[in-house]
């Protein structure tokens, strides 16, 4: 059976990582606030206050360890796993129907009101869709493209969406050029490699349906749209289908976003109408809370850290790299590396930093005896192995993520020219290289005699 959100749902419960919310909960005025509190394991939120029938599931993946789950491995070798995935395509296979066509709803049936998207935080517009993954096709070539996109609900058939400019808005733009509204299908509820697969940032021409399926390791199956001529999974939960108006934008947002704040984004956006939704006669929405180190970061994280991690390989022909992983907030990247030379630690967090991802500003450098997924260790390494005068780099007037606020901003949200630009920074944590093992020997960590033999719970 291919995998969707149901069996996800299994794994995660059989795996003791899924908790069962069985009092009834407001999406709007309480449901965010319990995702926002558990880090540790998902939620299925069994009954919905003003929503009857409906289940919703949040925090699934609640951190990266859930996330290594999901690529049936762990926390360790997720990033690498991914990394080595990442190359992997499977061709969609067209099928005629399947359980997202159970319920068929168009024209005045529409009502996206009806769905329990919840409410993210205290300064938000009001609800969203968070776990909707959008797919269009550049009108061109008909390649398609799948990414995840903020919806603000604003009536029974409309919502706004951010664009940040990179596939998805270039496809917009072409549309626009024909002055035509641009086909768009969203899907909501799917198992979390779709999702990983949309927060990839790959070449424009990958189709992430394809990245999915070599992820998943069977091929995507499709179902053609009602009213588009557009594809999505069949064993969705949820299907949108709309346009996005050419030549319209709306004031959009605020919204609570991965940094963990409201800013950027909110302003005039592109607006979504839609006309046809289809379902499983019992389906379960998705919620995706949004900050930092919550679900919403979690698919950002481990995307963005395979792609850097298989970018950082081959730096000056070969990196001795061991792992890489997103911090708090994503806009920093710590790389754990075993440095052979003086100087190709800075060369590879260089490279860390203009990568396919504009989001990494702050690229931090280990070594293998430094924890990357305990930020203590992360932090103990700058400050006893960085000579600041030596070690530490900033890099002025970079383009950076637009949704930055630390940035200089030019053109506004909802524009192909928005952009900012601010400092980028580099710190070289790693001990001297292998090539200079007297140097190197002086960072040698403590280890207590007997350390990993000798255990406490034998002397008690
Ligand atoms: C939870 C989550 C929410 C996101 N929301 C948005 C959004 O509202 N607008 C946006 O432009 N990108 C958003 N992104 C980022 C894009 O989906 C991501 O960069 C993707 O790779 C872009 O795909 P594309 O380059 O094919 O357009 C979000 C990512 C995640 C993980
Ligand atoms: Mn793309």
Redesign the pocket.
Known sequence: MPKDMRTWIRQLEDAGELIRVRKPVHPQAEMGALMYQTRDKALLFEELKGYPGWRSLGQAPANPRQAAIAFDTTLEKVVPTFAGKLHLRQTCEMVRSGPVKDVILTGDQVDIQKLPAHQAGIRDAGPFI??GL?VTKDPDTGIR???????QVKSKTRTG???????????YRKYEARNEPMPIAIFIGHHPLY?MA?????P?E?D?LELAGGLLGEPVKLVKCETLDLEVPFDAEIVLEGHVLPHYREEEGP?S??QDYYIA?TGKNPVIEFQAMTMRKDAIFKN?Q?GSEV??????KI?MAAAIYNRLKNIGGFVDLKNVMTLPGIFGVVVQMTPRYYGEAKNVLMSALSCE?LHPKVAIAVDDDVDIFNNTEVIWAINTRVNPAEDIMVLPGMRIIP?DPTGKEFGATGQPTWHRTGGKLIIDATKPPTCDPEARDLFERIKPIGGGMIMLKDYL
């Open positions: 968070t776990a959008c493209n799948m990414s995840f996109h903020r919806m969406m951010l664009l940040v400019p990179r596939h998805t808005f270039q496809n999702y949309a927060a990839t940032t790959g424009y990958m992430e919204f976003e991965f984004g995706v949004n679900e919403g970061c979690v698919y950002h995307p991802y949704m």
